[in-house]
């Protein structure tokens, strides 16, 4: 038995990653007993330089993960396998992604139900809601999924529906930070004059700094079981974000193309304000417009 008086016991898959790197940290300095499952040596040095236990396991063997989940308290599933932005059109770049959110989230379910944890907090993306214009959205408007998003969705129904504890599913903005691979590509492309928006220019597109979106982490363990969006207090859409672009890099504006269809086309003025009301979360910067100077400076 791994707990100690006063600290939850929390394991986190995916704690290698970008969000799962920052979550650990932030978990350790609430005061927690944070282990890493990590599927590589160098993860798990790393993982025990930040003073956090490291486990191996595989994450879609559910004895593996219930050895690695046994005496946890919460399990964090963060597993995402992103394709690179280049790749994104090929639909069997996202086959690893899918797995993860599919086989795994529902092995990890298991396991940490049959582990006796009391809590799992599952990722999930604010791009499965249905377009909603310039309509506030929050966790009961329709989530539809579509295209890449759908496995989210399933994903997020394993987690309520195979684990037996409390469920909080957090579901994420468009992440924003030095080593985000989408916020490098932006940039990339806006020093060319190009906006890589792939919806009209009023659309709002949900984003969340990276250290933000791994405070909203450590808010988890302390909301009502439920869904929460974890986004920009004040989600901005394409023409500010791309003004901000531009600016960021000293370009006048950016050429736009032709909007294309799919769930990253959709308006989604996503709010945030049940996870800023029942976890005391609050993002301390507007990601959409502000993270660029900060990334190039
Ligand atoms: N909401 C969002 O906008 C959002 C969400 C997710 C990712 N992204 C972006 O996508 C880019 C790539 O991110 P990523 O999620 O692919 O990589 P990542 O953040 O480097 O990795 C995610 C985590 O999942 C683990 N993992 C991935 N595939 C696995 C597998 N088959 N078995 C076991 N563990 C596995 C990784 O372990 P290893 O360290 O061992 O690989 C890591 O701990 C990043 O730039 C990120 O910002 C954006």
């Known amino acids: 038995m791994r707990r100690q008086h006063g600290m939850d016991e929390i394991v986190v898959t995916g704690s290698t990653g970008v969000i799962g790197r920052r979550a650990v940290r932030e978990l350790l300095q609430a005061g927690h ?3 890493g499952v990590a599927r590589s040596a160098p993860g798990r040095a790393r993982l025990a330089a930040d003073g956090a236990h490291a486990v191996e396991a595989d994450v879609l063997d559910e004895a593996s993960l219930r050895r690695a989940f046994a005496g946890a308290d919460t399990v964090v599933n963060l597993l995402t396998h992103i394709p690179s932005t280049d790749r ?5 770049a996202w086959a690893e992604n899918d797995r993860l959110r599919t086989a795994a989230s529902a092995a990890i379910a298991r396991a940490a139900r049959d582990a006796g944890a009391r809590r799992l907090v599952q990722e999930s993306i604010a791009f ?9 959205l929050d966790e009961d408007a329709p989530a539809v999924g579509g295209g890449v998003t759908t496995t ?4 997020e129904r394993n987690a309520r529906e195979l684990f037996d504890g409390d469920t909080v599913v957090l579901r994420f903005g468009l992440f924003l930070g030095p080593d985000s691979e989408s916020a ?14 792939v919806g009209p220019p009023g659309a709002f597109r949900p984003m969340i700094w990276l250290d933000d979106a791994a405070a909203a ?3 988890a363990l302390r909301v009502p079981a439920g869904t929460y969006n974890v986004a920009d207090t004040d989600p901005a859409t394409n023409a500010e974000i791309d003004a901000a672009l531009a600016a960021a890099v000293g370009v006048g504006s950016l050429r736009t193309g032709t909007p294309q269809p799919g769930p990253l086309a959709r308006s989604q003025r996503v ?13 301390r910067m507007r990601a959409a417009t502000q993270a660029w100077t900060r990334i190039v400076g």
């Open 33 to 35: 007993r944070v282990t």
């Open 271 to 283: 709010s945030s304000r049940r996870l800023r009301e029942a976890g005391g979360w609050a993002p």
């Open 152 to 155: 989210a969705l399933t994903a």
């Open 217 to 219: 982490v450590a808010a």
């Open 88 to 92: 994104m059109p090929d639909p069997s």
């Open 184 to 197: 490098l590509a932006a940039l990339e492309a806006a020093r060319g004059g190009a906006s890589v928006a």
């Open 128 to 136: 499965v809601y249905a377009e909603g214009g310039d309509a506030w």
